[in-house]
């Protein structure tokens, strides 16, 4: 099973394009599920293996997003086996995806984006690079792996946009607000300590070693500022895209616009947002109205 493995994650990224990240995560998922069955035969695989598979996960505390992700991936290559003529019908096809958990995003209020925002201050190369990026975070609500992967050819500094290679490899354009270009000149402005200049596409933001910063990287950056300032919340760089979208729409942003500029396939996904300011709302009105 572990070639049929390694020939699908192949499959998936040089035919369907599919990111490193996903693939990576399909390996994951499926590794674990090649562990559950032991030594079961492909063929002898039926849908009541998959239902045990996800009462395991299930067991495991596993959130149900996690398992939807597990269960999705499990549909893909078993479909990828049956259109291969490996498997005559795909197991996975008739089982229902779990409800997800109508969780709501946590975000940032304004006084606490400041704070974080200005936390970079020192007159290093290291600071400006750090500020120019958490500037971009919430200026232009991108998702870490898209701002990662942002070149300098990606950002029109005149025209106030940048190209980001979303999900699926979509391209889309949004635009950057004028503190965020200001922090941008201001880093690109200070030399690196190093930099690969053999690079076929110039990374936009780059370690001390001169390589394109990882997601992790900007991860681990972000907590030291929350750290030096105190906030005592969980903050992470899809924070920062939260509070973009929250901020949006209680500024009046419509809700079409906000999924654009997120990058959002479906406007469902988008909505979960008006519940925040919705929620926000009903609070105010509780508190202010005398009859509340």
């Not at 995003?105 to 290291?126: H, R």
Request: glycine share 6%; with cysteine.
């Amino acid at each position: 099973m572990n070639k049929r493995v390694e020939d699908f994650l192949n499959f998936l990224a040089t035919e369907k394009g599919a990111s490193g990240h996903t693939t990576k995560n399909y390996g994951i998922d499926l590794r674990e599920f090649t562990k559950f069955i032991a030594e079961k035969e492909l063929k002898d695989l039926t849908y009541l293996d998959i239902r045990s598979f996800l009462a395991f996960l299930k067991t495991g505390e596993y959130s149900k997003s996690s398992i939807s992700r597990k269960l999705a991936c499990l549909r893909s290559f078993f479909k990828y086996l049956v259109r291969e003529n490996i498997l005559t019908q795909n197991p996975a096809a008739g089982i229902a995806t779990p409800k997800k958990e109508k969780r709501l995003p946590s975000f940032m209020n304004p006084d606490e984006i400041t704070k974080l925002l200005d936390a970079p201050a020192k007159n290093s190369w290291e600071e400006k690079r750090d500020k120019a990026i958490l500037e971009m975070l919430y200026s232009s609500g991108l998702r870490v792996s898209e701002l990662a992967g942002l070149n300098h050819d990606d950002l029109d500094f005149f025209g106030g946009l940048v190209r980001v290679r979303g999900k699926g490899k979509k391209e889309r354009i949004v635009p950057v607000g004028q503190t965020a270009l200001t922090s941008l000149r201001a880093y690109w402005d200070m030399k690196a300590p190093r930099e690969n200049t053999n690079a076929i596409k110039k990374p936009l933001f780059i370690s001390r070693l001169g390589g394109r910063l990882t997601d992790r990287s900007v991860r681990r950056m972000i907590l030291k500022y929350v750290k030096r300032t105190g906030l005592g919340k969980e903050i992470s760089p899809h924070t920062f895209r939260h509070s973009f979208a929250t901020h949006m729409l209680d500024r009046g942003a419509d809700l079409r616009s906000v999924q654009e500029l997120l990058g959002h396939a479906n406007l469902s996904t988008t909505q979960i947002y008006t519940h925040v300011t919705t929620q926000r709302l009903k609070d105010a009105y509780a508190l202010a109205h005398p009859r509340a």
